[in-house]
């Protein structure tokens, strides 16, 4: 009998991320950016705003021309024109006048301050009446204030969303450098897998990890090119994984659960020119069915067959080595919850364990959802999971621990 | 001067859902469901497991009959042969019989147990010796464990998930009824702006609503079929109107801020036949200038310009409605925090306070971010933001309160 090579998820994802290629990179146009993982850093081409803006609809003036103005004793400038929208304003505010500016618009030269319309009246023609004072850089933006030419907007590894592609574009950026999606090919092997268009014949189910692992590979930005069905046989999976490994960057395999497909695979891999395994089992639970191996530098994981064990699986290994390998920067607000109840761990594996989170005075309450890996439902009603750590032998009641949300 | 239609946001949004037209539903593939909003309950179809499995590879076996069974004294059984994965179990055990079963595999009639293989040797050809004892039902998944015939397994309004499309598929049902992506047009105005691929003359500011705005409807599982830059002008900007209200199911309008334009919106809706506008400035802070109306039941939202309130109206106004419309369930889990200092209000308004996150001592503090409505960089670095009632007239310091994340 051979042993396992049997590693913590730590090592695993190490070891996979130092024997697989650096991901290839693309220039990909800001209307497209949202959910891209950036691959380099971005520096503002300008200051924002590029030019001193009113904040306001009203009049840009010297301050102390309105100091002490009010309803009963307001201050009386000379109105000496409009500026624009989108348009240099070439005006020159000197003491005693006033420039009307709309919000967003260039402050004139000379002025400090914009009183806001309402505060203001124009009494004739070029008369202005001003009600209230103004202090220096009241309802002013100063040249910038909210971004400096030259300062970091976006890091390498940021996975854009609206915001990101909102500062970006307003400094001016129109494209960026981000990891193109991986190709992946998802095979799925099992004599008893059902697709769930077809019948079931008895002694079969449905298969869904197919479909669930095509999912969280476009939730972890990954192209998924082809889902293949192919039956438990060595010459066929072998085909295969080779043809999957010449058209894809990675091949995610989901296992069906008996124990000669498992052999398979890793017979397979090491059977193939610069095939390697590096992990035959994970010292997790559920998920310790898990092979992880490289053929070609390229990343082939056969997932455990069973549903939860393999969205745990993809969750916590597959993406993690996704992440590190995108250099991206974990950002997610983490939840603390005390425990109900105790949880045992499976003692020497990192224990991922559901969990249905109640907020109650004041504070989250984890329960611990029990179940068989084989369920499906639970982890569709789970909030998150915990992660009991090999060295931890449970967690007893009311201890808190953070609780990873789904 | 003729007043706003100034409405708080439950009202606003109620008023809109109530003026427009149900939304569309169409069939979607599983392979195609994720991250789309079922618009009908489903069933399962199916008994899971629909038959009862070993979740083990192993032996199946008269539990009794192993009762005492250790290294010490085993158990004799008479092997009489091994079930296959995805074909049904012919054998029937009696008592002192044993039949392999893998995985997954189904259990033979007779048998309530199955001892792992660890656990046994197979001393001669048709000989076992069985190690351990077993109880009735140890390794084996009852019929319909997880999820039983006709159980509702995914409700009108959720967004799938892979762990929904798991669950759907492992029951049996291979595409769902979704509700359609409404098709949206961004009309951007503003006679400052610049688009990123081009080059600031002064006075002018680059475009960023058109961008972060596409994101979020994206996001809110929309598809933006146009974005048009339309300069500031009465006729162009209702021909827009017209031609988008045509093509599309909904049109978001992200305004310059200049004062003409928030007019021309109002009076271009209202001049168009079957326009309405239903708000005109939310009582809320930031994003105050915002226009709801409907033309032919369609919403024509004007967003604000400033680029943060204009994310924040979009999040908290327009997606509120979708998700309202769609019969979505608000699964998010709340963050609770207390506050570092005291935030201030806008008295008759909703504020809705950028803040960031620390974890320290057991619980999170929320700073809030100072800012200005038009800074865009603060919003980047915010965790998520606080919402102040109208009621209230602010928070004080220590006090807990819940951030809505990004």
Redesign the interface.
């Known amino acids: 009998m051979e042993f396992l090579k049997v590693a913590s998820i730590k090592d695993a994802v190490n070891q996979l991320c130092e024997k697989t290629y650096e991901f290839d990179t693309e220039i990909v146009e800001?209307?497209d950016?949202?959910?891209r993982i950036l691959s380099k850093n971005y520096f503002s081409k300008?200051n924002?705003?590029?030019?001193c803006?009113s904040?306001v609809?009203g009049y840009a003036v010297i301050s102390s021309d309105t100091f002490g103005a009010d309803d009963s004793i307001p201050s009386l400038l000379t109105f000496i024109g409009s500026g624009?929208?989108?348009?240099?304003?070439e005006f020159v505010v000197s003491m005693g006048q006033a420039v009307y500016v709309?919000?967003?618009?260039?402050l004139p030269q000379g002025a400090d301050a914009v009183v806001m319309?309402e505060y203001c009246e124009n009494v004739t023609g070029d008369m202005l009446t001003v009600l209230k004072a103004v202090t220096g850089g009241e309802n002013v933006?100063l040249v910038g204030?909210?971004?400096t030419e030259g300062e970091l907007?976006?890091k390498k590894g940021t996975v854009?969303?609206?915001?990101?592609?909102?500062?970006?574009?307003?400094?001016?950026?129109?494209e960026a450098e981000a990891y193109k999606k991986p190709k992946i090919t998802i095979i799925s092997t099992?004599?008893?897998?059902v697709?769930?268009?077809g019948k079931?014949?008895?002694?079969?189910?449905?298969?869904?990890?197919?479909?669930?692992?095509?999912?969280?590979c476009?939730?972890a930005c990954c192209e998924v090119i082809a889902?293949l069905k192919i039956k438990?046989d060595f010459i066929l999976l072998k085909k295969a994984i080779e043809d999957s490994v010449a058209k894809s960057d990675m091949v995610l395999l989901s296992g069906?659960?008996?124990?000669?497909e498992k052999d398979y695979t890793v017979k397979i891999i090491e059977s193939i020119e610069d095939g390697f395994v590096l992990t035959h089992g994970l010292s997790v639970k559920p998920g310790k069915p898990t092979i992880i191996g490289t053929v070609s530098h390229k990343p082939v994981i056969g997932l455990p067959?069973h549903?939860s064990a393999a969205?745990m699986i993809f969750t916590e290994v597959f993406w993690r080595f996704l992440r590190k390998k995108r250099n991206e920067t974990d950002n997610a607000?983490?939840?603390?919850a005390k425990t109900s109840e105790n949880i045992h761990s499976a003692p020497g594996k990192s224990t991922f364990q559901l969990a249905f989170?109640e907020?109650k005075n004041?504070e989250y309450i984890a329960h611990p959802m029990h179940s068989?890996?084989?369920?499906?439902?639970?982890?569709?009603e789970a909030?998150g999971y915990i992660e009991i750590p090999t060295t931890s032998e449970g967690i007893e009641e009311g201890q808190?621990v953070e609780v990873k949300?789904?």
């Open positions: 800001i209307d950016l949202n959910g300008i924002l705003p590029p030019f803006r904040s609809d624009e929208m989108g348009k240099p304003n709309p919000t967003g618009g260039m319309i933006i204030e909210d971004v907007i976006a854009s969303d609206f915001r990101t592609i909102a500062t970006l574009s307003s400094c001016g950026i129109s099992g004599d008893e897998l697709s769930p268009q079931l014949s008895s002694g079969q189910i449905y298969d869904s990890n197919t479909y669930s692992v095509k999912a969280l476009e939730d889902c438990d069906g659960s008996s124990a000669g067959g549903p969205m607000i983490k939840i603390f989170l907020y004041g068989k890996s084989s369920h499906i439902k639970v982890i569709n909030n808190t949300l789904f």
